[in-house]
């Protein structure tokens, strides 16, 4: 066959990058207002009063917007610009396609009372029907800053967030069953204490948000993989099985409902049925992988449903259960850069509520033939430099405040991003005493707290091997 003459020029779809702004709707006593008509209202506001928007502007001043719609707002945002190359600085609007996100933050607590979660509950166990699963009306309020409080050194979030809501609108055209096999199925792995759990909770939150025009309803719900592994023998299988069917339920009855479902360490419900089949665990655990596979096989006929699972031991899935992952996402420990901004984030918190002194750094030259000099200044707030700013200005300067934060960071390597999160504040009550401090002393305590836990972790591993070798010996 000639290649040549069957080739047809692509239709001229637009490739324009596309520049995503979130509109945040203030919440009023629970009244639901049509973000659909605020975000046509927006969009042409913001193509007739704006040449350029960069990536982090917050506009905050609403001239010329229709008046009921610019009482209605708390912000807006611009996000990021997917098939963009930059990641910050100014988009023409003419060069992109803008996509005006519009959204209300639901403060609806856990629906615990819904019947979904409600016909989970089996006779024999009534004490542990709550904590099977639980469902969240998204966007809410409760998950508001998460997805903005992770930090990677790679872009994953953006490219996770682009590719399956694109995945999820592609699926809205209704794609051949039989053609189109995808299970919009998402693994996210890695070592514990990553931020992986927190990444699938803050996706749900932004996939709703992104997929409004799609649908304007979106709920995310949370299985608890633990609960499932029944004490009565035989029962596990079963408990999956009615789990995902009322997931089904709930898909049918709302079909204009945008699900996100989350299977928090899937390795309890989908460890290898090849070892279990060997001997060592019950057969039991075979039913519920077997229930689990039946359970998404199904799922995957809804357009409107994405399955997020996260595992610290991808070795122990089952071979089926990853094949029919789609999106397999691995979450590696944390780099120098992400350590450094959780610290900065978390000392400039603590300067925000007083506990630590406002304070601001620079470097100088008085005159060109000067040398450059570290100048530390009292400040009303507590502002550290980038990591970026960090390296460029003052890495030279062994006692300057960025520089002892890059060292603290440096020695903090292996711990997970759960310990770097805590450890200045704790840092700061363990060792001491005052109420107020300045930011030397503050780096001071940090650092010994990242040597206690750096010191901790290596007596565990070697306690860990001793008892390792004991074993085999004995
Ligand atoms: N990459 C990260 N960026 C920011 N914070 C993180 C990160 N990883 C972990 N954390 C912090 O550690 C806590 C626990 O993270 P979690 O999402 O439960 O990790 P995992 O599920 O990988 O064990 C989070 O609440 C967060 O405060
Ligand atoms: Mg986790």
Known sequence: MNLDSTFRSPPDVSQLPILHVEALVKSKDGIIVRTDLIRDGVTKWLLDNFVALSIGQEISSFGGLNESYAQDFDSILVIECSGGNLDTGAYRLQQVELDVQAYQLHTQPEQQSSQHTQSLEGPADESDNDSRA????????DLDGLWESLQFDLPIQSRLLSAISRMVSFSVQRLGKWVIT??????????????KTSLCRGLSQKLAIRLGKHYPRSKLFEVNAHSLGSKFFGESGKLVGRMFENIESLLEEEDDTFVCVFIDEIETLASRR??????????DAIRAVNALLT??????????????????????????FLDRVDIKQYIPRLAARPVYKISKDCLEELGRHGIIEGACFDVVQITPNDPLQYVERPAEQLILPSFNEMILHYKTFPNAIPKLLADAVLESEGLSGRTIRRLPALSLVLYSNSARYDIRTAIQALRMGIASETQA??????????????????
């Open 457 to 474: 972790k290596a007596e565990a591993m070697v306690e860990e091997h001793s008892g390792a070798t004991r074993t085999n010996g004995q």
């Open 134 to 141: 639980r469902i969240l009306v998204l966007p809410s309020i």
């Open 182 to 195: 995808w299970n919009r199925l998402i693994l996210i792995w890695g070592p514990p204490g990553t931020g």
């Open 295 to 320: 359970g998404l096989d199904k799922l995957k006929e809804h357009p409107n449903v994405i399955v997020v699972c996260t595992s610290n031991l991808v070795t122990a899935l089952d071979q089926a």
């Open 274 to 283: 090849d070892r279990a089949l060997n001997g060592n665990e019950p057969f």
